[in-house]
């Protein structure tokens, strides 16, 4: 009987992090490097956005992945974001492409029909 419960349960290989202390790091890692080069993103791209927003906004996309709390899939969401910063910082995005993390708190979108009447749409 034990012999069945144990071909049930499967161990996961990780992808990066052993567990939850060592995820944590690298996703404050993360968040640190970020945070540091959002005011040469905001002069290197010439966004009409200053420092204060950008980091509030980083801050509202970091909290926005706060519930995962799969390891595995934490470390995706690093890797995914390492990337960014780094297309980001080697300037490979162009101006739009940073714009559209901002896009939510800088005009939203129209919901009802008197709204979109307003806006023109």
């Not at 144990?6 to 404050?28: A, D």
């Not at 956005?49 to 690093?78: M, P, Q, S, Y």
């Amino acid at each position: 009987m034990t012999s069945v419960v144990r071909q049930g349960f499967k161990q996961v290989k990780p992808i990066l992090s052993v567990n939850k202390t060592e995820c944590r790091r690298r996703v404050l890692n993360l968040y640190k490097a970020w945070y540091r080069q959002i005011p040469h993103i905001v002069h290197e791209y010439d966004l009409p956005l200053t420092v204060e927003i950008g980091r509030k906004r980083l801050r509202e996309l970091f909290l926005k992945n706060k519930h995962v709390t799969d390891i595995r899939a934490i470390d995706i969401l690093v890797i995914k974001g390492q990337m960014d910063l780094v297309e980001t910082v080697e300037i490979w995005k162009q101006r739009n492409h940073i714009m559209t993390f901002f896009q939510d708190t800088v005009n939203p979108r129209p919901s009802d029909f008197l709204d979109k009447f307003y806006n023109g749409h």
